[in-house]
């Protein structure tokens, strides 16, 4: 079945340094969806890419898909400590309806 | 709009014991998902229902069940809990491609 790994697992930085998440997939996705998880909350929708290169920008974040659609990253230009939890990836092939996560990648930063 | 909301909140269960968790959605949506969370792994997908009426296997379903009851309530049933099943279950529900998780419940079987 489709697997999605995520890198790194754990993320220490100092408030102001960047940060970068990376995804990649063992099958071509339709799509990829990033969700954010605060501490003791729920995931919550960030963001979809679908064209092969795609890039979309939200403030600090910048995300990005591969051309091939097999990866996809997360960066955030100087972190904050409103930044802080666990980003997910999340993907689609094919005509599944399902999502398949990414194990995630916990955020610290440090003020 | 409640959007997606998660009873109860915490659960303490013996092995062995019985249990549902109850999930409602006031968005109007047809899909809806149970999920787990474990450490290190991310979510997981038990069940899902494409629509009202329907259900279908997710990535890890046994040893739990689900009843779609109507549109707006998808429930999942632990008939004999295990120390394996300690964990944080979501819900969610679907609108085009975007997912809306509950809050979560936080199980853990003794």
Same mark, same amino acid.
């Given at each position: 079945g489709q697997q999605v790994m995520q890198i790194p697992q754990y993320q220490h930085v100092q408030e102001g340094e960047d940060f970068t998440t990376y995804c990649n997939s063992s099958t071509t996705l339709s799509n990829i969806q990033w969700y954010k998880q605060r501490p003791g909350g729920h995931p919550v929708f960030l963001i979809q890419l679908v064209k092969s290169g795609e890039v979309k920008k939200q403030k600090r974040l910048t995300f990005q898909f591969g051309e091939a659609k097999k990866n996809s990253s997360l960066h955030i230009t100087a +972190?904050?400590? +409103?930044?802080v939890g666990t980003y997910f990836c999340a993907g689609t092939s094919g005509s599944a309806r399902q999502l398949t996560f990414g194990s995630g990648t916990q955020l610290t930063v440090l003020p | 709009n409640a959007g997606v909301t998660q009873t109860p909140k915490f659960q303490v269960l013996k092995t062995g014991q019985s249990m549902t968790l109850q999930c409602a959605q006031d968005? !109007?949506?047809n899909s809806m998902y149970w999920y787990r969370q474990d450490p290190g792994m991310g979510l997981r997908l038990i069940y899902y229902s494409a629509s009202e009426g329907t259900t279908d296997k997710g990535e890890v379903p046994n040893g739990y069940n689900v009843s779609?009851? !109507?549109?707006r309530e998808f429930s999942l049933r632990l008939e004999s809990a295990a120390p394996s099943q300690t964990s944080v279950y979501f819900c969610a529900s679907r609108f085009m491609d975007t997912q809306y998780f509950g809050p979560g419940t936080r199980l853990t079987v003794l």
């Open positions: +972190t904050q400590t +409103t930044d | 968005m !109007n949506h779609r009851l !109507n549109k």
